[in-house]
């Protein structure tokens, strides 16, 4: 599904990912740890199509096109959503507006009908009853004034509502408590099938007790340094990240 | 271009004309108000950019034009024409003024409440209301603005509305300017009293509109009068013809306990110069001012307001947002005055600007003069292109850059169109903010 080949990226003429190679595949969903600074929100970044981040070598292919090549709303069309680390606050527009924005952004590319505001609003109630949230949130502007676990949560129900095939998620997990916690996993269960893939950048096991990766990578200094199954999170959550010198082939 | 002191001397030749002609017949009282006003213009004259309260609004396009009293002027309309102008609710109670002449005919005033008073303010001024002398130009200073002084020298028609106490109107009175057919440079000064006594509460919609693209110039000033524990939401709408110019005083005076708010929305002229005065004169007294100005090609708008505690324990409320593209210009100055003794003020003020294209300009200035100790005053402004980052996050929601673009930007209209409370004319700005959008989207989808 996704095919990433020595990718490089720099963002104001600094290096900062230096030769990525991972292959995702339908189906599967890829855990990437790392320490600070190592390169993981560039390239979920990168991945979204930030236009601050240059890419200036190797390839992404997704689904058997050129995913560089695409605007950042076409790879949204594509399938593509990333979960913000920081989510960014919107002036005026509604929580509300924004979902409906976007799902109708989703549908305009799937030829589909515009979802009136009635409509929504049911599709809408039935996500959140699944999520178990209220929609106490929904007449606010986005994320204006949200606590950082309601930021976080906020994203996770984009995530739910839009149903991309391979869903980014950069620390959703940070700042979280437990049911939020829980909440976020189950949304990302949800979306497990053999057609959509996740790829779930995180600091801390903890998650991955819930979204149990196929496989776990680590970051590190622009490279992934080390690979391994679910039992590598464990590893590094004892060990920390001091042990992984030589970068690994994939 | 003419020197300063022939023009002065022309707006006074002006005034004697009208005060033999067009403005006679008032009562003594009216007419020495017009002339102190007159007297009071011809000390000053126009204003220039080195007045601080000028600076950044140049008015020569008023200097430099001969513009002849719109009063005399008597062009036709249909009410098919003026329909599509009036609310739904409260149709049955909307003045209609035509060149700054009240028509009666375009009117319709048969919603309006027994003992509620709404009409013509030349005709009840001429009537002998006690009220109207008690109140006319008592609060907007000839001395604050030189155009406030025109506006009381050329004092002829406009709107008076007088609620009495315990009364509350449920749906808004509506006082519909409208400009036709100006074969050449006219200027009207339509002058309008709002007195809300106590315990009444009302909201009025004021609306200035062009129907013609030629020169003309609009002075308007609107005195507000708020008694005890009374309320008022005033609503002013602000859509000249693309060629207006339009200049205006909103002057509230709040007694004890009353709450004001005054919606104010400019989308129309060339040039429009809008001092909003509130008074806070009564313990306990709430203030709100909102105000969502959205221009493009060269369009000016500035807006100068001042908002004076002038006793203890009153809260104000300002936010103000502009949308400025093309090689508009926006001009926001936040003057809050607490006066001594007036303690436990509570004051917040933020001014948005958004800027859409190179060309565009905006200035904000807050002035905080504070001389009581127990006060919380802040204030905030914004100044810029709109956030990349939003717009990078709205992409990656499947969102068209253009259309994202639009959407950021409506957002900073929506945050003042959500503080009116008539759903319809809600609505209509609501269109007439996306039309704008729209049209700036196509035109950046052209130009790339
Ligand atoms: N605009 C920029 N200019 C220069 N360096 C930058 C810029 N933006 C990010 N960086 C640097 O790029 C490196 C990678 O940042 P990135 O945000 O990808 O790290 P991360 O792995 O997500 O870290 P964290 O775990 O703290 O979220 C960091 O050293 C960061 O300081
Ligand atoms: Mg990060």
Redesign the pocket.
């Known amino acids: 599904m996704l095919e990433i080949k020595n990718l490089h990226a720099a963002?104001?003429?600094?290096a900062?990912?230096k030769g990525i190679d991972l292959t995702i595949n339908a189906g599967e969903v890829h855990a990437i740890m790392?320490?600070?600074?190592?390169?993981?929100?560039?390239?979920?970044?990168v991945l979204a199509g930030h236009p601050?981040y240059e890419v200036t070598e190797g390839s992404v292919t997704y689904e058997g096109r050129d995913l560089l090549g695409l605007e950042p709303e076409e790879r949204a069309c594509a399938g593509v959503f990333l979960a913000f680390?920081y989510p960014v606050e919107i002036h005026g527009i509604t929580n509300a507006y924004f979902l409906r924005a976007a799902i109708n952004a989703k549908r305009k590319c799937q030829d589909l009908e515009e979802l009136d505001p009635i409509d929504f609003m049911e599709m809408l109630e039935e996500k959140l009853d699944v999520i178990g949230w209220t929609d106490s949130l929904m007449e606010r502007p986005v994320n204006h004034g949200f606590s950082g676990g309601e930021k976080k949560r906020n994203e996770i129900l984009q995530m739910a509502v839009l149903e991309p095939k391979l869903a980014v998620l950069?620390?959703t997990d940070s700042g979280l408590d437990i049911d939020a916690l829980k909440a976020v996993a189950d949304a990302v269960n949800k979306l497990r099938s053999p057609d959509n893939a996740s790829l779930v950048?995180t600091?801390y096991q903890r998650l991955l007790n819930f979204i149990v990766p196929d496989f776990v990578h680590v970051?590190a200094r622009?490279r992934i340094a080390k690979s391994g199954g679910k039992e590598l999170a464990l590893e590094l959550e004892s060990k920390g990240y001091d042990w992984i010198k030589e970068p690994a082939g994939v | 271009m003419t020197k300063e002191p022939e023009i002065r001397d022309e707006y006074v030749a002006d005034y004697e004309a009208f005060s033999r002609n067009g403005g006679s017949g008032v009562p003594q009282w009216f007419e020495d108000l017009r002339r102190a006003a007159i007297s009071q213009f011809s000390a000053t004259g126009f204003p220039t950019t080195r007045d601080e309260r000028w600076r950044f609004t140049n008015v020569a396009r008023l200097k430099d034009t001969k513009f002849a009293l719109a009063n005399g002027e008597r062009p036709t309309l249909s009410l098919g024409e003026v329909k599509q102008h009036v609310l739904g609710a409260g149709a049955d109670q909307c003045l209609v003024f035509l060149n700054g002449r009240y028509s009666k005919e375009l009117s319709s005033i048969g919603g309006i409440p027994q003992g509620v008073l709404a009409g013509s303010l030349r005709d009840v001024a001429n009537s002998g209301s006690k009220r109207v002398e008690r109140h006319l130009a008592k609060y907007a200073k000839t001395s604050d603005s030189p155009f406030t002084a025109l506006s009381t020298a050329f004092m002829s028609d406009g709107a008076f509305v007088y609620v009495p106490q315990n009364t509350i109107i449920g749906e808004p009175i509506q006082l519909l300017f409208l400009t036709a057919s100006a074969g050449r440079p006219v200027v009207a000064h339509p002058r309008n009293l709002i007195v809300v006594d106590r315990n009444a509460a009302a909201s009025v919609v004021e609306s200035h509109i062009g129907l013609v693209d030629g020169t003309y110039w609009t002075n308007a000033v609107t005195e507000a009068v708020v008694q005890e524990n009374a309320r008022l939401h005033l609503y002013r709408v602000q859509r000249e013809g693309g060629e207006a110019s339009h200049t205006a005083t909103t002057q509230s005076h709040q007694r004890r306990d009353s709450s004001f708010a005054l919606t104010t929305i400019e989308l129309g002229s060339a040039l429009s110069r809008h001092d909003i005065n509130a008074v806070l004169a009564g313990q306990g007294a709430e203030c709100s001012l909102y105000g969502l100005t959205q221009i493009q090609g060269r369009q000016h708008v500035d807006h100068h307001t001042t908002i004076e505690h002038a006793r203890p324990h009153c809260n104000s409320w300002e936010f103000f947002n502009g949308i400025y593209d093309d090689d508009s210009r926006g001009v926001f100055t936040g003057r809050i005055v607490v006066h001594p003794g007036a303690q436990q003020t509570d004051s917040k003020q933020t001014n948005n600007n958004l800027l859409l294209s190179k060309g565009a300009r905006a200035d904000s200035q807050p002035q905080l003069e504070i001389y009581a100790d127990d006060v919380k005053c802040t204030h905030g402004a914004t100044l810029g292109p709109i956030d990349e980052k939003a717009l990078f996050y709205l992409q990656t929601r499947g969102i068209e850059a253009e259309a994202a673009r639009n959407l950021l930007t409506y957002g900073f209209g929506v945050e003042i169109l959500n503080r009116i409370e008539i759903a319809e004319l809600r609505d209509q700005l609501d269109q007439l903010v996306h039309v704008r959008l729209d049209e700036g989207a196509e035109r950046r989808r052209a130009g790339k």
Request: glycine residues 20%.
């Open positions: 963002v104001d003429g600094v900062i990912l790392g320490p600070n600074g190592s390169g993981k929100s560039t390239l979920a970044q601050a680390q950069d620390e950048v600091h970051l622009g």
